[in-house]
């Protein structure tokens, strides 16, 4: 699950707005309490004296799932609270968990916030629990990600396998054929460009970090490393990152990519207008797409992320959640119950599939189901997407998120606005970036390799 | 904005009581404790202990390797010498040294159209003028983002029409302005009305015998009424400065919307409010805080000083 936030403005800057009402300090208008009690639901069928589980999450209609959980687990009563989508929860949540009360006993926090929770010994191990039992219900990428040797930290749950979705009508215009490599994607942004200077192959989004590593993940080069402990490796300057900054540096000066935002109303009107021809996205980037795409309907396809090998077959994920359970928790094996049951079970993903969750799976059952990879949506007309990136789900590599990503986020779009603006190249971007994470690093008492 | 003021301006600008110290003392009385207690019992838990626990925290560092540790005055010296900390307070002086005189120039100019009677319904449009005052910033933020929005926003769109095309007021040249913009719109009303009222407050004498010696209107406005509203001009400025120095919300929404044209340490609020959110710095963010409520002191003291030495303060 991505911040909600970008996709619908109102209701998630609403919800920010909140927050910034709260932490203002109260203006001269007595602003509302920031949703303090956030209303639980999914217990209408439970029993009295089953064991509690409290459960914090934001993707829309999980409450479906939650219901069928207490209907068919009677001892358990799961309540399910939404407290905000991605950094108001982590706030909460890291607050009442160094307060030492109030936290949850399951919550949603994405691939990249979990190392957080893992570093203050906040999260349990699953693996108590038997959760290794469903280990190889996942796709590997997924199960690493979640876990250091033979402890679980949480049950993975939807991921963003990446893909290249591409406008097939304006391609077709221009007579290219989506690019099977790197080398033809830069060669047909600029042909495509020539052709008509109002148009782009693609958007290039700087300042959205998450997107910008799961691109480097797939060209071997993350910058990152971190397994636990006191070391971490930030490399956004040698070799691998600098030929990845050099080719779209390339592509930026030669205004051959559009160097804009992406996932919001802006980037979407661009594909919609025939602007973007193609948008280097994730499974849960169509659906995001369609309730703004007008008369680009139907016209989209997916086919694989360009290849940096010729004939290989390697791909990225972008975005996604897991459920890890809480040291705080008072019911942590019933809690470890709930999450191994959202997360490996075909019960739970035959609800969370489907709309208003629209979950991807890392669950392989679902990722192999010939009734999911066949789904069509009005989008992309009678093709289906599912297929390409379910194979993408299979073909993404593991990464090793560092235990600071809020940070990361936080200066991530200041570090990365000149890019935007052509008055900085991606390659002295990463640099001052490395620059200030590493700085960061060091304060929190990090030994910091940059190699 | 971030400020609560009303009590403030109107103390200020309500008709002066020969208040002496000795009548209050001779008044002094056990029973007025009751009556003040609950505000101090308030006082002391939401002001007094919070400020207490960041002095506190201030004086410590955690780290996500080595835990907590007492670490002295460490967290002043690293804000004292962070670029980021100040480069958010030269923005916000800048930011106050444009908004604050066109608010003003503006608000004094209605205020002045409404002293003089110039405007049938002249109630009716000074309370409009107020309504802003009454949407909350985070909502005025939202709604102008809304108006301003690049792409689609109506605004935007009369920009194309005249044949301005794509003007970015959320660019990294326009995103001051902007919100300069969205605050005169909240505040003008509000300072027109305390600006109206001082105006009110001008002896009718006064101007009737100006005009009588034959002084012209303008010569009353800028001779006469302006010179005697001087005292609710500073207080406007000085309460305006220290928001300016607060600078959060409006900042923080269109953030949300563009979040590549405001910077984690756009204002020193933000600096402060991300150091603690994003970096869970909270010690260094609390140190921070200290620093930016000393600087705030200062300026009222400052203030306080200069006023009352000009026998503005009683």
């Keep these: ?451 | 904005m971030t400020i609560a003021v009303p009590r403030a301006a109107r103390e200020d600008l309500g008709p002066r009581r020969p208040a002496g110290r000795s009548s209050w003392a001779a008044r002094r009385d056990r029973r007025g404790l009751w009556f003040i207690a609950p505000f101090l019992v308030a006082f002391v838990l939401f002001m007094i202990t919070p400020l207490g626990y960041a002095v506190y925290s201030s004086l410590y560092t955690t780290k996500l390797i080595g835990g907590t540790s007492f670490s002295g005055l460490a967290n002043y010296r690293e804000t004292l010498e962070s670029g980021q900390f100040w480069s958010g307070v030269i923005r916000t002086v800048i930011y106050a040294a444009i908004q604050i005189p066109v608010m003003l120039a503006i608000s004094f100019f209605f205020a002045t159209i409404f002293d003089l009677g110039l405007v049938k319904f002249g109630r009716v449009f000074r309370t409009l003028f107020f309504v802003p005052f009454a949407v909350p910033g985070v909502v005025a933020a939202l709604m102008w983002s809304f108006i301003l929005e690049p792409q689609f926003g109506p605004i935007t769109r009369v920009f194309g029409v005249l044949g301005v095309h794509n003007v970015d007021f959320f660019s990294p040249s326009l995103v001051l302005p902007t919100i300069i913009l969205i605050v005169i719109w909240e505040w003008t009303g509000y300072n027109m009305v305390i600006l109206y009222t001082a105006l009110k407050q001008v002896p009718r004498e006064t101007v009737e015998a100006a005009l009588m010696e034959g002084a012209s209107v303008w010569t009353v406005i800028l001779r006469i009424k302006l010179p005697m509203v001087r005292p609710a001009i500073v207080m406007i400025v000085l309460v305006n400065t220290i928001g300016a120095l607060q600078l959060f919300t409006e900042p923080f929404i269109l953030g949300t919307f563009q979040n590549q044209a405001i910077s984690s340490n756009y204002t020193p609020t933000l600096y402060i409010y991300n150091t603690a959110i994003g970096g869970q710095q909270y010690n260094l963010a609390a140190a921070a805080a200290v620093v930016l409520g000393l600087l705030i002191g200062l300026i009222s003291i400052g203030s306080l000083l200069f006023r009352r030495r000009r026998g503005e303060l009683g």
Aim: contains cysteine; aromatic residues 12%; glycine residues 8%.
């Design chain 1, 1 to 451: 699950m991505r911040f909600p936030n970008k996709i619908s403005l109102f209701a998630g800057a609403l919800a920010v707005s909140l927050l910034a009402a709260g932490c203002s300090g109260g203006g001269s208008t007595a602003a509302p309490p920031p949703s303090g009690s956030p209303s639980v639901s999914g217990t209408a069928a439970c029993r009295s004296g089953a064991t509690p589980v409290t459960f914090w999450a934001w993707v829309p209609g999980i409450v479906r799932a939650v219901q069928a959980f207490n209907a068919s687990h009677p001892s358990i009563c799961v309540s399910l609270s939404n407290v905000g989508a991605g950094s108001p929860e982590y706030t909460k949540l890291t607050d009442s968990l160094k307060a030492g009360s109030g936290a949850p006993d399951v919550a949603e926090v994405e691939f990249d916030e979990l190392p957080s929770f893992e570093i203050t010994h906040n999260v349990v191990d699953l693996s108590k629990f038997g959760a290794a039992n469903v280990k190889n219900q996942f796709v590997p990428w997924a199960w690493q990600e979640v876990s250091q040797g033979s402890t679980v930290y949480a049950m993975p749950g939807d991921a963003g396998p990446m893909g290249l979705y591409y406008n097939s009508t304006l391609l077709a215009k221009y007579g290219i054929t989506p690019p099977t490599t790197w080398a033809e994607f830069a060669q047909d942004a600029q042909r495509l460009h020539s052709a008509d200077p109002q148009a782009y192959l693609t958007n290039f989004a700087a300042a959205d970090l998450q997107w910008v590593l799961s691109l480097m993940a797939q060209d071997n080069a993350y910058p990152f490393k971190y397994s636990g402990g006191s070391n971490v490796t930030i490399n956004f300057t040698g070799p691998k990152q600098t030929a990845f900054a050099n080719y779209w540096q390339a592509l930026l000066s030669a205004h051959e990519v559009n160097a804009t935002t992406d996932v919001d109303a802006t980037s979407f009107a661009d594909m919609d207008k025939g602007i973007d021809a193609t948008w280097l996205s994730s499974a849960w980037g169509p659906s995001y797409f369609a309730t703004d795409a007008k008369q680009s309907i139907g016209a989209w396809r997916a086919a694989p992320l360009p290849q940096w090998t010729a004939g290989a077959n390697v791909a990225a994920n972008w975005g996604g959640s897991t459920y890890p359970v809480f040291s705080q928790s008072q019911h942590q094996a019933a809690a470890a119950t709930f999450s191994e049951w959202l997360n490996s079970s075909d019960a739970a993903w035959a609800i969370t599939k489907t709309a208003p969750s629209s979950l991807f799976p890392t669950y392989k059952p679902l990722l192999a189901d010939p009734t999911f990879t066949g789904i069509t949506v009005p989008l992309s007309g009678t093709s289906t997407p599912n297929a390409v990136f379910s194979q993408a789900a299979s073909n993404a590599g593991a990464v090793q998120w560092p235990p600071f990503m809020t940070e990361a986020l936080t200066v991530s779009a200041t570090a990365f606005a000149g890019v935007l603006n052509g008055t900085q190249t991606v390659n002295a971007a990463f640099s001052s970036f490395q620059n200030t994470l590493v700085k960061y690093a060091q304060q929190q008492g990090f030994t910091v390799s940059t190699s």
